[in-house]
């Protein structure tokens, strides 16, 4: 029995068969959550092939899958038993070296990249992915409101970072979904800058991005506080953030495109003169990867449409002095969109 997502890729396919390697589309397409194995669909049959250390999990785990050992079976043994002539691939994630086998072991046959249309189905989500992705967010939430006590000054990065991971796990995630970000003083300008061992000093701004996957899905959300009293030109930098943010949220419609959503935010902060501070996009999707289809930037192709989930994080990074940024994650309906992030937004002087 074939499932919705084998049956909606196969139609999208235009191979005789398809090969899945990569652990979050073997997740996706057949609900097998072990790190590996192969699904190799067909108009025929669909199968997962996988060792012995995985069986009886993958029975369990893929009830509407033929479960293949792979020590009876290679999977190139399995592949070239259909005769294809075309064989749809995922291109982003084969190695070189396993594509140069695949190529040597089935040498009449053409390779196809379906990477794009996979990532086109994953990135509408079904009803049970937004539940996970709504639970997800709501621990991101929950931890922040628990370790907000713990943001002053004396408090080194590190000790934020694992207290909200800790929260996280501790309410039901199975990992942090990246490593989570904890910038303060002059390395809240790095937008990426993971937690150190710096401890937070009065005047800071202090940026926390972080998420968690649950089922498999993740969350992300980013806050800025600042330790202690904001100066003028804080509040200023923060105001404008938020209002980038707040802006681009009002834009958002199935329809939109997805550039659109970009230019919305990008164009609130040069408008205020910070123009070349904001080097970053303005989103992305998330699902089974912290990054997945659609992205919101200026050079994006795709439009918003209902099931989507995106983030929505403009900053202002300034060298030397800091930088805010601020994160919601969204779903995207028939009519807007849905915010999953709520913790409040107003400017935090603690
Ligand atoms: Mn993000």
Redesign the pocket.
């Known amino acids: 029995m074939f499932t919705k997502r084998v049956k909606a890729l196969l139609s999208s396919a235009k191979a005789d068969v398809i090969y899945i390697t990569s652990p979050e589309n073997l997740r996706y397409f057949s609900g097998f959550t072990g790190v590996e194995g192969a699904l190799i669909l067909s108009p025929k049959e669909q199968l997962l092939l996988t060792d012995s250390r995985y069986l009886l999990q993958a029975a369990e785990e893929a009830p509407d899958f033929a479960i293949v050992d792979v020590a009876k079976t290679k999977p190139i043994d399995c592949l070239s038993s259909y005769h294809p002539k075309t064989i749809a691939f995922e291109e982003s994630y084969v190695s070189a070296e396993a594509y140069k086998k695949l190529c040597e072991a089935l040498p009449d046959c053409a390779w196809q990249g379906i990477d794009k249309e996979i990532l086109l189905q994953r990135a509408v989500k079904d009803e049970e992915e937004l539940a996970c992705t709504r639970k997800a967010a709501k621990l991101a939430d929950e931890a922040f409101s628990e370790v907000l006590p713990m943001i002053k000054e004396g408090a080194a990065e590190k000790d934020i970072a694992l207290a909200l991971e800790w929260s996280m796990r501790k309410g039901g995630a199975e990992a942090a979904s990246f490593s989570i970000i904890c910038a303060s003083g002059v390395r809240s300008a790095l937008p990426h800058g993971v937690a150190t061992d710096k401890k937070l000093e009065k005047g800071d701004f202090v940026t926390m991005d972080f998420g968690c996957f649950y089922k498999g899905y993740a969350s992300?959300m980013t806050r800025t506080v600042v330790v202690g009293k904001a100066s003028d030109r804080q509040k200023k930098i923060y105001e404008t953030v938020l209002l980038a943010q707040e802006t681009a949220l009002s834009v958002l419609r199935p329809g939109l495109l997805c550039k659109e959503a970009d230019a919305a935010a990008r164009d609130v902060i040069a408008s205020a003169g910070y123009g070349d501070c904001f080097g970053h996009s303005l989103g992305?999707g998330t699902g089974l990867l912290i990054h997945e289809q659609p992205t919101l930037s200026p050079r994006s192709e795709g439009f918003l449409t209902p099931g989507m989930l995106v983030?929505v994080?403009p900053g202002i990074y300034i060298e030397n002095f800091g930088g805010v940024r601020i994160?919601d994650l969204v779903y995207i309906t028939e009519q807007g969109y849905e915010n999953l992030t709520h913790t409040d937004k107003r400017l935090l002087e603690l």
């Open positions: 992300d992305h983030t994080e994160e």
